[in-house]
């Protein structure tokens, strides 16, 4: 074998081992590329969820969609067992909490909406309380904090509704584990404390309620008048408080009786009530979903209060349908009530799966289990 042909042989060999590294590093380039961009997706994806609907199946799976909103979410399926359990901390994306926060605020405030009935003269006589301003500040700019709410800020809160998906779920331990339990229109909870708990730290409730908890009350019927009484002292330190117009209304004359009933029986209720209607707050659902409910249940307007000051929100009794899992669900736990026909409880549902996929609340359905 001639020297120049050896030479061109090595001459081959050199140019293919080039090439073959060459295609080498560009295949690993481009492997890295790829990881990095599926790493970048699933830690800061942002995605446009096509139409406002909440798609239920058999088994108990939830889908979410919401029409026009952009999210950035962190590893958070789409797809998810609606059975999780208050000791899950990783379902709440504080982002989108504080997001929400941001929108409720302006339209809520415990210091405004739920304030103790002791200070009701006090804003009467100080403050100008369509304004919610001092009276001797002529410029509207300074508002009436001379008046106080029981409400304080926690950790994690418990909204209950009063649906007929409670029963037989088992929640009642794991509602009574929040370090707050709110509830609507004070709804009976010993009978039943192995589904809804034992606890109620704050009940909201509507004019009819109001009226119910006022005749019991000023009853001649000693057993209705025990039974409200043995409902009111369930909870040492709950609070009553009202969330209409209450302001020179006969709302404010019932709850000065029921107020004097509850300290004549040495209970420990507090009683509330806000400075306007928690009707009038009606914008935060334009913010919040894109259009304007007139009749928002008193259970989704104690959640947007309640969003005002507990970071981590998990909801139960919230479930309109008439069935779940082949099984018939009263409206309510405790009556057969049926449905009102003026709120939006679909969109309101509807709303609740999406802020559950967000990871804004734990939207509890079903049976519950401590972990």
């Not at 001797?136 to 409400?151: A, E, L, Q």
Request: charge should be positive; glycine fraction near 6%; aromatic fraction near 12%.
């Amino acid at each position: 074998m001639t020297a120049p042909f050896v030479g061109w042989r090595k001459t081959m060999f050199g140019r293919r081992l080039l090439r073959s590294l060459f295609y080498a590093i560009l295949l690993f380039g481009i492997s890295l590329i790829g990881l990095g961009l599926v790493f970048a997706y699933n830690h800061t994806r942002t995605w446009r969820l096509d139409s406002l609907q909440v798609l239920r199946e058999y088994h108990g799976v939830v889908t979410v969609r919401r029409q026009g909103l952009n999210l950035t979410r962190h590893e958070l399926s789409l797809t998810y067992d609606i059975n999780q359990t208050v000791t899950k901390e990783w379902h709440f994306n504080m982002t989108n909490v504080m997001r929400i926060r941001n929108i409720t605020q302006k339209y809520f405030d415990p210091k405004r909406h739920v304030i103790y009935y002791s200070d009701y003269n006090v804003l009467m006589r100080k403050c100008q309380p369509q304004y919610f301003t001092l009276l001797k500040d002529r410029s509207r700019r300074m508002p009436c904090n001379i008046v106080r709410t029981p409400i304080k800020h926690y950790r994690t809160c418990a909204v209950v509704g009063n649906g007929g998906i409670l029963l037989d779920s088992g929640c009642g331990a794991e509602i009574d584990a929040h370090e707050f339990v709110i509830r609507s229109n004070l709804p009976p909870v010993s009978p039943y404390r192995t589904d809804v708990g034992s606890r109620t730290d704050l009940t909201t409730v509507n004019e009819k309620v109001l009226s119910q908890v006022y005749r019991d009350l000023l009853s001649k019927n000693a057993t209705l008048k025990k039974a409200m009484l043995d409902r009111l002292g369930e909870t040492p330190g709950m609070v009553l408080s009202y969330t209409l117009y209450f302001i020179r209304s006969k709302a404010a004359k019932k709850m000065k009786s029921i107020d004097k009933v509850i300290q004549k029986n040495k209970l420990t209720a507090v009683v509330a009530f806000p400075y306007k209607s928690f009707l009038r707050s009606k914008g935060v659902y334009q913010e919040l979903v894109g259009e304007e409910w007139n009749f928002a249940s008193t259970g989704l307007n104690t959640f947007a209060l309640a969003s005002t000051f507990c970071d981590k929100i998990s909801m139960y009794g919230f479930y309109p349908m008439s069935t779940y899992q082949n099984k018939a669900v009263p409206y309510h736990y405790y009556d057969s009530r049926i449905p009102s026909a003026r709120h939006e409880f679909d969109n309101e549902f509807k709303l609740l799966r999406n802020f559950h996929a967000q990871g804004i609340i734990r939207h509890v359905i079903g049976k519950c289990n401590i972990d």
